[in-house]
C-alpha cells in the first residue's frame, strides 16, 4: 500500500521508528492494554504481552472518572484505585522492571488530562521519561487544546498520541494525523471503550480517511478483542488496540500465562492477514 508522506521535517520518535519499521516489513501491530496497578506483580503482564508478540504495550493510569472508558476499563481502574495505585507508584514500577529493556517493545502511558495537570506538564512528561516510557494518550484532550503538552511532550521525548473519530470532521482529522506522534489512534466508534459482537462498519471508513493524508502507522481500538474483528481491522488499519478484553480477563483472576494465551490467537489473525495477497 502507498501512503502520504508526513513532513520530512518532523523526525519520526522511537515509538514510530518501532511501529514503522514492523509495518513496513508487513506485519499487523499488535498493542495490549493493562490498567497499572491493577495486580500485585501487575508488571508481569508486561513480559507476556511482549512474550505473546505485541509491538507496542499500553499502561493505564488510573483515574477516579474516566469519561471515555466503559464499564470493564472503569472497574479495572477502581480496583487498581483501591489498591492504593498511583501515577507515582505506577512509574515507579515501570523504573524497577528489570528485564525493562528486554521488552523488546515501547511503552506507551495513557490517561486523562486532570492527571497531566496534577504536578504539570513538565514533570509528568519528565517523570515518564524517567520511567521508560515512550508515548502518551490523553484521550480527552481535543487537538485544539494541545499546544502546551504537545511541546513539553516533545522536549521531554515523549510522542504524544492523538485520537481520530468517526465524527471527526476531515479538516480536523488531517491535522490530528500531522500533529500525532508515535501513531493515530483510530477508535473505530462513537462510545466508549468495551467488548462488542462485531468490529463497527464505521471503522473501515475511518481509517481510509486516516490513510489519505498521513503515512504514520493507524491503530484501531474500541472494541476489538477476537481474532475475526483483528483479522478485519488488520484490513483496514496497521493494527489493532485490545483493552477491555484484556482487562475483563484480568478481573477475572487471569495471570500472566493467561493472557499470553488469549493474545496468542490475535497475534496469529493479525500475521494470517498479513500474508493474504493485496
Not at 488496540?241 to 488469549?262: E, I, W
Request: proline share 7%; hydrophobic share 45%; aromatic share 4%.
Amino acid at each position: 500500500m502507498t501512503y502520504p508522506r508526513t513532513n520530512p521535517a518532523v523526525a519520526a520518535g522511537a515509538v514510530e521508528r518501532h511501529l514503522r519499521a514492523r509495518r513496513d516489513v508487513g506485519r499487523g501491530l499488535l498493542m495490549p492494554y493493562v490498567t497499572g496497578g491493577i495486580t500485585p506483580g501487575w508488571t508481569d503482564y508486561l513480559r507476556a504481552f511482549a512474550a505473546a508478540g505485541a509491538d507496542a504495550i499500553e499502561v493505564g493510569l488510573p483515574f477516579s472518572d474516566p469519561t471515555l472508558d466503559g464499564v470493564t476499563i472503569q472497574q479495572a481502574s477502581d480496583a487498581a484505585l483501591a489498591r492504593g495505585a498511583s501515577t507515582r507508584r505506577i512509574l515507579a514500577d515501570l523504573s524497577e522492571l528489570s528485564g525493562l529493556p528486554d521488552l523488546g517493545v515501547p511503552l506507551v502511558v495513557s490517561t486523562y488530562y486532570n492527571l497531566v495537570l496534577h504536578d504539570g506538564p513538565e514533570a509528568f512528561c519528565a517523570a515518564l521519561r524517567r520511567a521508560g516510557v515512550g508515548g502518551l494518550i490523553v484521550p480527552d484532550l481535543p487537538v485544539h487544546e494541545a499546544d502546551e503538552l504537545t511541546g513539553v511532550a516533545e522536549g521531554a521525548g515523549i510522542e504524544l498520541v492523538l485520537l481520530a473519530s468517526p465524527a471527526t470532521p476531515q479538516p480536523r482529522l488531517a491535522e490530528i494525523s500531522a500533529r500525532s506522534r508515535g501513531f493515530v489512534y483510530a477508535v473505530s466508534l462513537m462510545g466508549t471503550t468495551g467488548e462488542r459482537a462485531a468490529l463497527a462498519a464505521s471503522a473501515a471508513e475511518l481509517t481510509g480517511r486516516i490513510r489519505r493524508v498521513t503515512d504514520r502507522p493507524v491503530l484501531l481500538g474500541f472494541g476489538i478483542s477476537t481474532p475475526d474483528q483483528a483479522r478485519g481491522a488488520r484490513r483496514h488499519a496497521d493494527g489493532v488496540v485490545v483493552g477491555a478484553a484484556v482487562m475483563r480477563r484480568v478481573l477475572d483472576g487471569a495471570g500472566p500465562d493467561d493472557l499470553r494465551a488469549f493474545l496468542a490467537p490475535l497475534r496469529q489473525a493479525l500475521d494470517q492477514e498479513c500474508d493474504r495477497p493485496r
